[in-house]
């Protein structure tokens, strides 16, 4: 007699994204950023979340004033603007930099050019490993320091 084992398949349940892509960011994003890059003076968090970048630069001493926005209404920001539109960053304040984690797929590239564009010294921005090979976004003068991964982290200087 030759025994058959039984294979078992279980359905598999499907992942979706969270709303508005919002993921939370990690503190020692920020605090491993704030070691490597001299944010300084007014900063703008453009997608604040629950205030994980925004608290941690609120208490930074080199922080004049820090501006957060985020698309949800329900969020705690000074504005509820969806930071996509460059209509949107009219209304910002003026400010030094742009530190921010913005939500990935094609949402992340429409804000980091809107940010380096409002920012008058750099953007710093939590972005993955694929928006730094598929974006290039240059002016004169002007830094973008980016986190590649999660597991490794390393700041990249742009020029």
């Not at 025994?3 to 709303?19: E, F, Y």
Request: proline share 8%; charged share 15%.
């Amino acid at each position: 007699m030759t025994l058959i084992p039984q294979l078992t398949i279980t359905p598999t349940q499907t992942v979706t994204r969270h709303p508005l892509n919002f993921y939370e960011s990690p503190s020692w994003f920020t605090t491993e950023l704030l070691r490597h890059v001299p944010l300084s003076g007014v900063i703008g968090e453009p997608c604040v979340g629950h205030q994980a970048i925004a608290s941690l630069l609120q208490a930074w001493t080199y922080t004049e004033k820090i501006w957060t926005n985020d698309i949800d209404p329900n969020k705690q920001a000074h504005f509820h603007l969806d930071a996509t539109l460059s209509q949107s960053w009219d209304s910002f304040p003026e400010c030094d930099w742009i530190c921010t984690n913005p939500p990935y797929s094609e949402f992340a590239a429409p804000i980091i050019k809107n940010a380096y564009q409002k920012a008058r010294v750099g953007v710093a921005a939590f972005l993955l490993t694929s928006f730094l090979v598929t974006v290039t976004i240059s002016l004169p003068g002007r830094h973008v320091y980016a986190f590649k991964t999660p597991g490794q982290v390393s700041v990249k200087n742009y020029f």
